[in-house]
């Protein structure tokens, strides 16, 4: 698989299971709004689709970029996509919101974030047979 088939086929995995995990939400009672400060954010499908595909496509991309220079920069690129999924979760948390909304936001986070380190080890590990 290329690097680029990986962060595509990650791209795809991340929008679909942040979609499932959206809908199961608002099954769940979900309202997927935050109150932050007074000011309401109505979280809709397509702010989910944004934010499970460009962060991980950015990130990735420019870490297979770097890597053409500095091949540990994978590795390094793992952690920080962990460390931020998680660090991340502090904005939904911080907001005043609904426990079915904290918990799917939560989730997705944290989907984003493994789904970011698994697409890394795959270009990781396809670079090393080369």
């Keep these: 698989m290329t ?3 990986a962060i595509a086929a ?3 995995v991340s ?3 942040n979609l499932v995990v959206y809908l199961v939400g608002k099954a769940a009672g979900a309202s997927f709004l935050l ?5 309401p954010t109505q979280i809709a499908a397509v702010d989910v689709i944004i934010s499970a595909a460009a962060p991980l496509a950015i990130g990735t991309a420019l870490a297979v970029l770097v890597s053409r220079w500095w091949r540990p920069v994978l590795r390094v690129a793992q952690v920080v996509a962990a460390v ?6 502090a904005g939904p ?3 005043e919101t609904d ?3 904290l918990v799917s936001l939560g989730l997705m986070h944290v989907l984003a974030g493994a789904i970011a380190v698994a697409v890394l080890e ?3 590990r396809s670079r090393r047979r080369v």
Excluded: P
């Excluded at 109150?35 to 000011?39: A, H």
């Excluded at 931020?84 to 979760?89: R, S």
């Design 35 to 39: 109150i932050d400060n007074g000011n």
């Design 3 to 5: 690097w680029w088939q």
């Design 93 to 95: 948390a911080m907001a």
């Design 10 to 12: 990650g791209v795809i």
């Design 15 to 17: 929008v679909v299971a």
């Design 99 to 101: 426990t079915a909304t």
């Design 122 to 124: 795959i270009i990781h």
């Design 84 to 89: 931020l999924a998680l660090l991340t979760i």
